[in-house]
């Protein structure tokens, strides 16, 4: 089911869960703030746990340490592409706590029973955001197995109505505006949005071969530099989505902080960024009291993202890696 966002998505999913205040919602510290902020809008409490530092992604343990009486949803989020094994997750949470899927870098990936993310049976969450693997500029889906969940999402998307603006034109029957059965929003995604959408869905395996193909020459070339780089765990599998390229930097083999060096590459007009700050770090969720998580503030200390894209060519790839080599002051520039 389509929606106008991700963040609406994420929204709509712990909505329809019942989710509200008094109740915790567990979240990675390492996500965009939009993971957070769907627990609060509805007046939850996202409490923010740890990730593992090879994935970067939650693991059952990292999530029990922070399960409470009134933890009500763990929103697990498939950081960069790579698939968290659910099945291990939902295995190890009470069976009352609702388990939703923050999708928004993972279309095209899949878990570890080879299926894809969004057929795990859980509601999962994804984004055609403009930088997004498939894009539509804006927009999101929800994939879920539950058709009466399902059937009052499609009310909540649209203001609450019961029937949308397409059936009353092509079914006399519902000519008439369908009853408001209950407070909605305005969440729809566009036919504009849909028909970009379908021929970017239909090209995802082609952008996601050149996406693998990108993230070898980089894995090529930084090895070849030899100054120390790691790269997200499973970043190089087919079953990553590599929406991201996550790079670790071993801080005792550089010459130069890791913000410097993305400003640097920056003014290079090399549009490496960093996914992301820590969220139990910014002012607005700083109520929370997490005083610490160390290995998300480790992370966030070391890691780059590096430019991937399906249009980039293997000569952007060389460019970057140049760039790298001469503002760590590497003697082993690409030949």
């Known amino acids: 089911m389509t929606v106008n966002s991700c963040t609406s998505a994420l929204f709509l999913a712990l909505l329809v869960e019942g989710i509200g205040p008094g109740d915790e919602v567990i979240v990675p510290s390492l996500t965009w703030c939009a993971t957070a902020n769907a627990a609060l809008y509805l007046g939850a409490t996202p409490v923010f746990c740890d990730v593992d530092p090879y994935s970067m992604c939650v693991t059952p343990q990292t999530v029990a340490a922070k399960v409470t009486g009134r933890t009500r949803a763990v929103v697990v989020v498939h950081y960069g592409g790579y698939a968290v094994d659910v099945e291990a997750l939902r295995a190890s949470l009470p069976a009352d706590v609702i388990l939703v899927e923050d999708a928004a870098h993972a279309l095209g990936a899949m878990y570890a029973n080879g299926r894809p993310v969004g057929a795990s049976g859980h509601t999962v969450c994804f984004s055609f955001y403009a930088n997004k693997n498939v894009s539509t500029a804006e927009g999101g889906a929800l994939a879920l197995f539950d058709s009466g969940k399902a059937e009052r999402l499609r009310c909540l998307r649209m203001n609450g109505l019961e029937s949308h603006a397409w059936s ?62 790691t790269f997200q765990q499973g970043v190089f599998d087919k079953s990553h989505a590599r929406h991201l390229l996550v790079i670790r930097f071993d801080s005792a083999k550089t010459t130069i902080r890791r913000d410097d060096l993305l400003l640097a590459l920056r003014a290079r007009n090399i549009g490496a960024s960093v996914h992301y700050r820590p969220l139990h770090r910014q002012p607005l969720y700083s109520a929370q009291g997490v005083s610490c998580l160390p290995v998300t503030e480790s992370l966030a200390d070391a890691i780059m993202t590096l430019p991937i894209s399906a249009r980039m060519t293997l000569a952007d790839v060389d460019y970057v890696v140049e760039n790298l080599a001469c503002l760590l002051n590497h003697e082993k520039v690409l030949q």
């Open 168 to 229: 009353r034109y092509i079914r006399p029957s519902v000519a008439f505006s369908a009853d408001v059965t209950e407070l909605g929003y305005k969440a729809n995604f566009t036919d504009l949005q849909a028909a970009i959408g379908r021929v970017q869905l239909s090209r995802l395996p082609e952008m996601a071969h050149v996406r693998l193909i990108i993230a070898e020459h980089y894995r090529e070339c930084l090895d070849a530099l030899g100054i120390g780089v």
